[in-house]
Protein backbone atom coordinates (compact mmCIF):
# COMPACT_ATOMS: atom_id res chain seq x y z
CA UNK A 1 0.00 0.00 0.00
CA UNK A 2 1.53 3.56 -0.84
CA UNK A 3 2.09 6.05 1.70
CA UNK A 4 2.22 9.36 2.02
CA UNK A 5 3.98 11.88 4.32
CA UNK A 6 2.60 14.60 6.06
CA UNK A 7 2.78 17.00 8.60
CA UNK A 8 0.63 17.29 11.60
CA UNK A 9 0.03 19.60 14.46
CA UNK A 10 0.52 18.14 17.46
CA UNK A 11 -2.16 18.00 19.91
CA UNK A 12 -6.02 17.09 18.60
CA UNK A 13 -7.56 19.01 15.97
CA UNK A 14 -10.64 20.84 16.73
CA UNK A 15 -13.28 19.79 14.20
CA UNK A 16 -15.80 22.35 14.63
CA UNK A 17 -12.78 25.23 14.70
CA UNK A 18 -13.11 27.22 11.61
CA UNK A 19 -9.41 28.23 12.04
CA UNK A 20 -6.50 25.86 11.77
CA UNK A 21 -3.33 27.17 13.83
CA UNK A 22 0.01 25.69 12.56
CA UNK A 23 2.25 25.33 15.82
CA UNK A 24 4.61 22.30 15.69
CA UNK A 25 4.14 19.60 13.45
CA UNK A 26 5.20 15.86 13.57
CA UNK A 27 6.00 13.78 10.94
CA UNK A 28 3.34 11.02 10.43
CA UNK A 29 2.75 8.42 7.70
CA UNK A 30 -0.73 7.90 6.52
CA UNK A 31 -1.84 4.61 4.76
CA UNK A 32 -3.78 5.52 1.82
CA UNK A 33 -6.79 3.44 0.53
CA UNK A 34 -6.85 2.97 -3.45
CA UNK A 35 -10.28 4.26 -4.72
CA UNK A 36 -11.02 4.21 -8.54
CA UNK A 37 -14.23 5.31 -11.06
CA UNK A 38 -14.81 3.29 -13.59
CA UNK A 39 -16.28 6.58 -14.87
CA UNK A 40 -13.51 8.64 -15.74
CA UNK A 41 -15.89 11.82 -16.60
CA UNK A 42 -16.25 11.83 -12.66
CA UNK A 43 -13.48 14.42 -12.36
CA UNK A 44 -17.10 15.86 -12.54
CA UNK A 45 -18.35 13.88 -9.77
CA UNK A 46 -14.97 12.91 -7.60
CA UNK A 47 -15.24 9.74 -5.01
CA UNK A 48 -18.73 7.79 -5.29
CA UNK A 49 -19.71 3.57 -5.52
CA UNK A 50 -20.34 1.93 -8.23
CA UNK A 51 -23.89 2.34 -7.81
CA UNK A 52 -23.70 6.30 -8.08
CA UNK A 53 -22.21 6.16 -11.60
CA UNK A 54 -23.71 8.06 -14.09
CA UNK A 55 -22.89 8.51 -17.65
CA UNK A 56 -21.68 11.95 -19.32
CA UNK A 57 -21.77 12.79 -22.69
CA UNK A 58 -17.97 11.42 -23.50
CA UNK A 59 -18.98 7.76 -22.05
CA UNK A 60 -21.64 7.16 -24.35
CA UNK A 61 -19.66 8.66 -27.35
CA UNK A 62 -16.94 5.84 -26.06
CA UNK A 63 -19.28 2.97 -25.96
CA UNK A 64 -20.89 3.65 -29.13
CA UNK A 65 -17.36 3.61 -30.50
CA UNK A 66 -16.45 0.12 -28.49
CA UNK A 67 -20.00 -0.95 -30.02
CA UNK A 68 -18.93 -0.53 -33.49
CA UNK A 69 -15.49 -1.23 -33.61
CA UNK A 70 -16.94 -4.95 -32.56
CA UNK A 71 -19.39 -4.69 -34.71
CA UNK A 72 -17.29 -3.59 -37.50
CA UNK A 73 -14.51 -6.30 -37.10
CA UNK A 74 -17.43 -9.20 -36.88
CA UNK A 75 -18.95 -7.58 -39.91
CA UNK A 76 -15.16 -7.61 -41.73
CA UNK A 77 -14.18 -10.87 -40.39
CA UNK A 78 -17.72 -12.80 -41.64
CA UNK A 79 -17.88 -11.31 -44.72
CA UNK A 80 -14.02 -11.76 -46.28
CA UNK A 81 -13.90 -14.78 -45.03
CA UNK A 82 -17.49 -16.01 -46.67
CA UNK A 83 -15.95 -14.76 -49.63
CA UNK A 84 -13.06 -16.88 -49.52
CA UNK A 85 -10.11 -13.46 -49.03
CA UNK A 86 -8.31 -14.78 -46.06
CA UNK A 87 -8.44 -16.57 -42.35
CA UNK A 88 -9.72 -14.60 -39.56
CA UNK A 89 -7.70 -12.27 -38.21
CA UNK A 90 -7.75 -11.99 -34.10
CA UNK A 91 -5.83 -9.61 -33.53
CA UNK A 92 -8.86 -7.06 -35.02
CA UNK A 93 -10.59 -7.58 -31.43
CA UNK A 94 -7.25 -5.74 -29.95
CA UNK A 95 -8.64 -2.67 -30.32
CA UNK A 96 -11.58 -2.16 -29.04
CA UNK A 97 -9.99 -4.36 -25.84
CA UNK A 98 -7.28 -1.97 -25.79
CA UNK A 99 -9.46 0.70 -26.11
CA UNK A 100 -11.73 -0.02 -23.03
CA UNK A 101 -8.52 -0.68 -21.37
CA UNK A 102 -7.17 2.88 -21.83
CA UNK A 103 -10.15 4.86 -20.79
CA UNK A 104 -12.12 2.03 -18.49
CA UNK A 105 -9.21 -0.61 -17.20
CA UNK A 106 -12.13 -2.21 -15.01
CA UNK A 107 -14.28 -2.85 -17.69
CA UNK A 108 -12.13 -4.45 -19.66
CA UNK A 109 -12.72 -7.26 -18.84
CA UNK A 110 -16.63 -7.61 -20.01
CA UNK A 111 -15.21 -6.57 -23.49
CA UNK A 112 -12.94 -9.04 -23.57
CA UNK A 113 -15.24 -11.53 -23.06
CA UNK A 114 -17.70 -10.31 -25.53
CA UNK A 115 -14.90 -10.49 -28.45
CA UNK A 116 -14.27 -13.90 -27.36
CA UNK A 117 -17.58 -14.86 -27.63
CA UNK A 118 -18.24 -12.88 -31.10
CA UNK A 119 -14.82 -14.30 -32.36
CA UNK A 120 -15.43 -18.13 -31.15
CA UNK A 121 -19.21 -17.69 -32.90
CA UNK A 122 -17.72 -16.70 -36.11
CA UNK A 123 -15.12 -19.36 -36.10
CA UNK A 124 -17.54 -21.99 -35.18
CA UNK A 125 -18.95 -21.21 -38.92
CA UNK A 126 -15.66 -21.53 -40.71
CA UNK A 127 -13.16 -23.66 -38.94
CA UNK A 128 -12.73 -27.61 -39.42
CA UNK A 129 -14.19 -29.36 -35.92
CA UNK A 130 -10.60 -30.59 -35.25
CA UNK A 131 -9.05 -30.79 -31.54
CA UNK A 132 -6.44 -28.24 -32.69
CA UNK A 133 -8.65 -25.93 -34.63
CA UNK A 134 -11.04 -25.98 -31.39
CA UNK A 135 -8.02 -25.92 -29.12
CA UNK A 136 -6.29 -22.48 -31.14
CA UNK A 137 -10.02 -21.16 -30.83
CA UNK A 138 -10.12 -21.21 -27.29
CA UNK A 139 -6.59 -19.85 -26.22
CA UNK A 140 -7.47 -17.28 -29.05
CA UNK A 141 -10.37 -16.56 -27.10
CA UNK A 142 -8.75 -16.90 -23.81
CA UNK A 143 -6.05 -14.60 -25.08
CA UNK A 144 -8.71 -11.66 -25.52
CA UNK A 145 -8.67 -11.69 -21.40
CA UNK A 146 -5.56 -12.04 -20.47
CA UNK A 147 -4.48 -8.96 -23.20
CA UNK A 148 -7.56 -7.09 -21.31
CA UNK A 149 -6.20 -7.84 -17.52
CA UNK A 150 -2.47 -7.27 -18.18
CA UNK A 151 -3.94 -3.66 -19.46
CA UNK A 152 -6.18 -3.01 -16.43
CA UNK A 153 -3.40 -4.07 -13.89
CA UNK A 154 -0.96 -1.60 -15.95
CA UNK A 155 -3.20 1.19 -16.07
CA UNK A 156 -4.33 0.95 -12.57
CA UNK A 157 -0.58 1.21 -11.54
CA UNK A 158 0.13 3.86 -13.36
CA UNK A 159 -2.78 5.60 -12.40
CA UNK A 160 -1.93 4.93 -8.74
CA UNK A 161 1.50 6.26 -8.16
CA UNK A 162 0.03 9.14 -6.55
CA UNK A 163 -1.68 7.66 -3.98
CA UNK A 164 -5.18 8.03 -3.53
CA UNK A 165 -7.44 9.92 -0.52
CA UNK A 166 -8.73 7.91 2.80
CA UNK A 167 -12.34 7.15 2.26
CA UNK A 168 -12.97 9.95 4.72
CA UNK A 169 -12.42 12.91 2.13
CA UNK A 170 -13.09 15.26 4.97
CA UNK A 171 -10.62 13.83 7.17
CA UNK A 172 -8.01 13.99 4.50
CA UNK A 173 -8.92 17.27 3.74
CA UNK A 174 -8.60 18.44 7.50
CA UNK A 175 -4.86 16.92 7.62
CA UNK A 176 -3.80 18.88 4.83
CA UNK A 177 -5.12 21.80 5.96
CA UNK A 178 -3.39 21.42 9.38
CA UNK A 179 0.00 20.98 7.43
CA UNK A 180 -0.32 23.79 5.48
CA UNK A 181 0.85 24.49 2.12
CA UNK A 182 3.65 22.47 0.98
CA UNK A 183 5.10 21.06 -2.74
CA UNK A 184 1.80 18.87 -3.31
CA UNK A 185 -0.93 21.10 -1.21
CA UNK A 186 -1.86 24.37 -2.36
CA UNK A 187 -5.06 26.53 -0.59
CA UNK A 188 -7.63 28.76 -2.72
CA UNK A 189 -10.22 31.48 -1.17
CA UNK A 190 -12.40 31.55 -4.54
CA UNK A 191 -12.08 30.69 -8.04
CA UNK A 192 -14.55 33.47 -9.12
CA UNK A 193 -13.55 36.54 -6.62
CA UNK A 194 -12.83 38.30 -9.93
CA UNK A 195 -16.11 38.09 -11.92
CA UNK A 196 -17.55 41.54 -9.89
CA UNK A 197 -14.22 43.23 -10.61
CA UNK A 198 -15.41 46.83 -11.72
CA UNK A 199 -13.32 48.19 -14.86
CA UNK A 200 -11.61 50.89 -12.09
CA UNK A 201 -10.67 48.30 -9.75
CA UNK A 202 -9.00 46.27 -12.61
CA UNK A 203 -7.21 49.55 -14.15
CA UNK A 204 -6.16 50.33 -10.22
CA UNK A 205 -5.07 47.07 -9.00
CA UNK A 206 -1.39 45.83 -8.96
CA UNK A 207 -1.62 42.25 -9.53
CA UNK A 208 -0.68 40.87 -13.11
CA UNK A 209 -3.10 38.59 -13.35
CA UNK A 210 -5.78 41.17 -12.99
CA UNK A 211 -4.74 44.11 -15.32
CA UNK A 212 -3.88 41.25 -17.91
CA UNK A 213 -6.71 38.61 -17.93
CA UNK A 214 -9.48 40.82 -16.24
CA UNK A 215 -12.62 38.91 -14.95
CA UNK A 216 -11.22 35.85 -16.03
CA UNK A 217 -8.02 36.01 -13.76
CA UNK A 218 -9.45 33.66 -10.92
CA UNK A 219 -10.38 31.58 -13.70
CA UNK A 220 -6.43 31.57 -15.16
CA UNK A 221 -5.25 31.14 -11.61
CA UNK A 222 -6.82 27.88 -11.19
CA UNK A 223 -6.19 26.43 -14.40
CA UNK A 224 -2.62 27.46 -14.04
CA UNK A 225 -2.47 25.70 -10.40
CA UNK A 226 -4.15 22.18 -11.90
CA UNK A 227 -1.29 23.11 -15.05
CA UNK A 228 1.33 23.07 -12.51
CA UNK A 229 0.58 19.68 -10.33
CA UNK A 230 -0.01 18.06 -13.57
CA UNK A 231 3.32 18.76 -15.16
CA UNK A 232 5.13 18.04 -11.84
CA UNK A 233 4.16 15.12 -9.30
CA UNK A 234 0.62 15.73 -8.15
CA UNK A 235 -1.00 17.16 -5.83
CA UNK A 236 -4.40 18.66 -4.10
CA UNK A 237 -6.50 22.05 -4.39
CA UNK A 238 -8.68 22.90 -1.83
CA UNK A 239 -10.84 26.06 -2.66
CA UNK A 240 -12.17 27.68 0.42
CA UNK A 241 -9.56 28.47 2.60
CA UNK A 242 -8.52 31.88 3.99
CA UNK A 243 -4.74 31.93 4.80
CA UNK A 244 -3.61 34.45 7.39
CA UNK A 245 0.15 34.01 7.05
CA UNK A 246 1.10 36.68 9.39
CA UNK A 247 -0.77 35.15 11.82
CA UNK A 248 0.09 30.72 10.70
CA UNK A 249 -3.55 30.16 10.73
CA UNK A 250 -5.93 29.15 7.85
CA UNK A 251 -9.23 29.80 8.04
CA UNK A 252 -12.06 27.35 6.75
CA UNK A 253 -14.48 29.78 5.17
CA UNK A 254 -15.84 27.44 2.17
CA UNK A 255 -17.17 28.17 -1.40
CA UNK A 256 -21.00 29.67 -0.34
CA UNK A 257 -19.14 33.25 -1.32
CA UNK A 258 -18.61 31.73 -5.02
CA UNK A 259 -22.21 30.08 -5.28
CA UNK A 260 -24.00 33.37 -5.53
CA UNK A 261 -21.67 34.16 -8.78
CA UNK A 262 -23.24 31.33 -10.06
CA UNK A 263 -26.87 30.68 -12.21
CA UNK A 264 -29.61 30.46 -9.32
CA UNK A 265 -29.83 26.36 -10.51
CA UNK A 266 -25.80 25.78 -10.39
CA UNK A 267 -25.65 27.02 -6.58
CA UNK A 268 -24.80 23.67 -5.61
CA UNK A 269 -21.92 20.96 -5.90
CA UNK A 270 -23.04 20.09 -9.00
CA UNK A 271 -23.19 23.31 -10.50
CA UNK A 272 -19.86 24.28 -9.22
CA UNK A 273 -18.30 21.49 -10.64
CA UNK A 274 -19.78 22.01 -14.00
CA UNK A 275 -18.29 25.78 -13.49
CA UNK A 276 -14.75 23.92 -13.22
CA UNK A 277 -14.95 21.56 -16.37
CA UNK A 278 -16.75 23.99 -18.68
CA UNK A 279 -15.23 26.99 -17.42
CA UNK A 280 -11.43 26.68 -16.83
CA UNK A 281 -10.50 22.87 -17.68
CA UNK A 282 -12.59 22.84 -21.08
CA UNK A 283 -11.49 26.66 -21.59
CA UNK A 284 -8.18 26.90 -20.36
CA UNK A 285 -6.67 23.03 -20.59
CA UNK A 286 -8.38 21.89 -24.10
CA UNK A 287 -5.75 19.70 -24.77
CA UNK A 288 -6.86 17.33 -21.79
CA UNK A 289 -10.51 17.78 -21.78
CA UNK A 290 -11.71 14.88 -23.17
CA UNK A 291 -8.56 12.46 -20.93
CA UNK A 292 -8.78 14.74 -18.19
CA UNK A 293 -10.85 12.65 -16.01
CA UNK A 294 -7.66 10.36 -15.35
CA UNK A 295 -5.76 13.04 -13.66
CA UNK A 296 -8.12 15.17 -12.36
CA UNK A 297 -11.35 13.82 -9.50
CA UNK A 298 -13.36 16.68 -7.64
CA UNK A 299 -14.99 16.31 -4.30
CA UNK A 300 -17.02 18.72 -2.14
CA UNK A 301 -16.01 17.94 1.32
CA UNK A 302 -18.16 19.81 4.23
CA UNK A 303 -16.41 21.00 7.72
CA UNK A 304 -17.19 23.05 10.16
CA UNK A 305 -20.49 23.73 8.16
CA UNK A 306 -18.83 25.22 5.82
CA UNK A 307 -18.37 23.23 1.65
CA UNK A 308 -14.92 23.54 0.19
CA UNK A 309 -14.14 22.21 -3.57
CA UNK A 310 -11.24 19.56 -3.18
CA UNK A 311 -9.29 18.97 -6.46
CA UNK A 312 -7.07 15.75 -6.41
CA UNK A 313 -4.47 15.89 -9.35
CA UNK A 314 -2.44 13.46 -10.91
CA UNK A 315 1.00 13.54 -12.25
CA UNK A 316 0.16 13.94 -16.53
CA UNK A 317 1.74 11.75 -18.77
CA UNK A 318 2.35 13.93 -21.28
CA UNK A 319 3.15 17.83 -21.01
CA UNK A 320 0.03 19.96 -20.05
CA UNK A 321 0.05 24.06 -21.36
CA UNK A 322 -2.40 26.28 -20.25
CA UNK A 323 -3.98 28.20 -23.17
CA UNK A 324 -5.13 32.00 -23.01
CA UNK A 325 -5.88 33.21 -26.66
CA UNK A 326 -2.30 33.11 -28.43
CA UNK A 327 -1.03 31.52 -26.07
CA UNK A 328 0.22 28.50 -24.35
CA UNK A 329 1.87 28.70 -20.69
CA UNK A 330 3.96 25.95 -19.27
CA UNK A 331 3.85 25.42 -15.28
CA UNK A 332 5.82 23.90 -12.63
CA UNK A 333 5.39 23.16 -9.06
CA UNK A 334 8.30 24.42 -6.94
CA UNK A 335 8.25 24.23 -3.61
CA UNK A 336 5.19 25.83 -2.52
CA UNK A 337 4.73 27.80 -5.58
CA UNK A 338 3.63 27.82 -9.13
CA UNK A 339 6.09 28.90 -11.52
CA UNK A 340 6.17 29.46 -15.69
CA UNK A 341 9.32 28.01 -17.11
CA UNK A 342 9.87 28.86 -21.06
CA UNK A 343 12.73 28.42 -23.75
CA UNK A 344 15.81 26.13 -23.34
CA UNK A 345 14.25 25.23 -19.42
CA UNK A 346 11.49 24.05 -20.54
CA UNK A 347 12.67 22.14 -23.31
CA UNK A 348 15.45 20.38 -20.62
CA UNK A 349 12.01 19.94 -18.09
CA UNK A 350 9.83 17.95 -20.78
CA UNK A 351 12.76 15.55 -22.14
CA UNK A 352 13.09 14.97 -18.37
CA UNK A 353 9.88 14.88 -16.96
CA UNK A 354 7.95 12.83 -19.61
CA UNK A 355 11.22 10.89 -21.12
CA UNK A 356 9.53 7.44 -19.17
CA UNK A 357 6.18 8.09 -20.01
Keep these: ?12 IQNCSH ?6 YNLITIRLKASYSMNHSSFVTGYFSPAQF ?3 HTDLVRFWVIVMFIISIIGVAYLSISAGYGNIVPQLFYFPILYTAYFYPDRSMYVACSCGIAYSFIAAFFVVPELFAVAGIIVQAVLFVVIAAGSAIVLNHRENKYPDLPSDD ?8 TAGESEHIEFKL ?6 DLTNEEILASESVEIRKYRNNASKFIIARSIACFLNSDGGDIIIGILEDRKKN ?6 IEDDYRKLHDRDRNPDGYRRMIVDSIIQKYL ?9 FIHISFPS ?9 RIMPSDKPVFVTIGNEELFFIRVDASTRSITGKVLTQYILTRFSTQ
Aim: hydrophobic share 40%; charged share 20%; aromatic share 6%.
Design 54 to 56: RWS
Design 19 to 24: IVEKNR
Design 303 to 311: LCGRTLCHL
Design 170 to 177: AEAVQTMI
Design 249 to 254: KNQIVG
Design 1 to 12: MAQKYVYLKAGK
Design 286 to 294: PDIVNTASR
Design 190 to 195: QSLWSA
